[in-house]
C-alpha cells in the first residue's frame, strides 16, 4: 500500500502543473513528439522536457522510438489506479450523505428516505 500511496502522490504532483495537465490532455487523443507538444507553448524545448520527465517518472507517460521519431505515449493503466483512490473515497462519501440523510429524517420525525424518494427530489 505504501507503494501505491507514493505512487499516487507523484502522479497528483505531476498533474498538479497546469502546463502537464495540458500535455496529458493532449495525449489523451494520440501520441506525439516534443515537438509537437512544444508547439501551443511559448517555451523551450528543453523546458517541455523536463515537463514530460516529471510526467514519465510518475508513470503518466512513456516514451519510444519509431525510426528517427520518438512519441510519447499517455499509459493509461495510472489512471486505473486514480481512480480506483477517488472511487473508494466517492463511496465513502456517499455512504455519510446516506446516515445524514437518515438522521435529518428522524429528527423531522419522517422515515428515512428510500432511494427512489431521493433521486425523485434531486430530479423534481
Known amino acids: 500500500m505504501v507503494d501505491q500511496d ?15 495537465r495540458d500535455m496529458v490532455a493532449r495525449l489523451a487523443a494520440g501520441d506525439a513528439t516534443v515537438s509537437e507538444l512544444a508547439a501551443p507553448y511559448d517555451v ?27 512519441p510519447v ?22 455512504e455519510r450523505y446516506r446516515r445524514l440523510d437518515q438522521v435529518l429524517a428522524r429528527m423531522q420525525g419522517k422515515d428515512s428516505p428510500t432511494d427512489e424518494q431521493r433521486h425523485e427530489g434531486a430530479a423534481g
Request: charged share 35%; proline share 2%; aromatic share 6%.
Open 73 to 94: 505515449h499517455l499509459d493509461a493503466e495510472v489512471f486505473d489506479l486514480m481512480t480506483k483512490w477517488i472511487e473508494r473515497y466517492r463511496q465513502q462519501a456517499e
Open 6 to 20: 507514493d505512487r499516487l502522490t507523484r502522479v497528483f504532483g505531476a498533474l498538479a502543473d497546469p502546463t502537464r
Open 44 to 70: 523551450s524545448l528543453q523546458a517541455v522536457s523536463k515537463h514530460l520527465k516529471v510526467l514519465e517518472e510518475a508513470g503518466l507517460v512513456r516514451r519510444s522510438r519509431d525510426a528517427q521519431r520518438r
